[in-house]
């Protein structure tokens, strides 16, 4: 992916505390970030996460009204958002242990804030990917679409002109040219006069 194309990603940090908010917010690349909301508990950011999408979800554990867990595997569930689960380091091994067959990457705290910057860098480098990835697949569907309207309209015009395929396929790219369309917008316009 090139280094200067710039995708903007949306973060939900849910935590009850004001400390760890102001820790993620200073290791989120001004740039990289369109909206950074903020929840104090698990409930608050489940009607957050119906409403709208969110690329990185930052779980700071434990939550007021539960543990971390089932947010954060509700998230893995019901999105494509990238989740970080930072928990006390007393229950880092059992969390890790139930968590990170689902995606959900895990810290320990107390942290460095420089672990918790790489964590966001390498979740972020994963969106990135992703986006990456479905401009890919949006691409190849919409190139699939073109050629499937264009052999439709070869189809007629060998059904309905008695055109051979070579015929039908210049005649497409004449009009295409003649017009200066697409092929696809010129296989429309043929298909629409016949």
């Known amino acids: 992916m090139p280094?200067?194309?710039l995708i903007q990603h949306s973060v939900l940090i849910i935590?009850?505390?004001?400390h760890f908010d102001a820790i993620v917010k200073r290791s989120l690349p001004k740039r990289s970030y369109l909206s950074v909301e903020i929840r104090q508990s698990a409930s608050l950011a489940r009607r957050c996460i119906l409403e709208r999408y969110y690329d990185l979800v930052i779980i700071n554990a434990p939550?007021?009204?539960e543990n971390g867990l089932e947010i954060s595997l509700d998230v893995i569930d019901n999105s494509n958002a990238s989740v970080l689960l930072v928990v006390p380091k007393e229950i880092y091994d059992d969390m890790t242990e139930k968590v990170t067959d689902y995606g959900v990457l895990v810290l320990p705290k107390p942290f460095h804030w420089g672990r918790i910057d790489k964590a966001i860098r390498?979740?972020?480098a994963i969106q990135n990917k992703r986006h990456h990835f479905e401009k890919k697949v949006r691409d190849m569907q919409d190139k699939m679409d073109d050629l499937r309207t264009i052999d439709k309209a070869k189809f007629m015009l060998i059904?309905?002109?008695?055109m051979t395929e070579?015929?039908?396929h210049r005649?497409?790219?004449?009009?295409?040219?003649?017009?200066?369309?697409?092929?696809?917008?010129a296989a429309i316009k043929i298909m629409d006069d016949l």
């Not at 005649?171 to 917008?185: C, F, N, Q, Y």
């Open 159 to 162: 059904e309905k002109k008695q």
């Open 63 to 65: 939550l007021p009204d």
């Open 15 to 18: 935590s009850a505390s004001e």
């Open 166 to 168: 070579d015929q039908a």
């Open 122 to 124: 390498f979740l972020t």
């Open 3 to 5: 280094k200067d194309e």
């Open 171 to 185: 005649l497409i790219g004449k009009t295409a040219m003649d017009h200066g369309i697409s092929r696809k917008k």
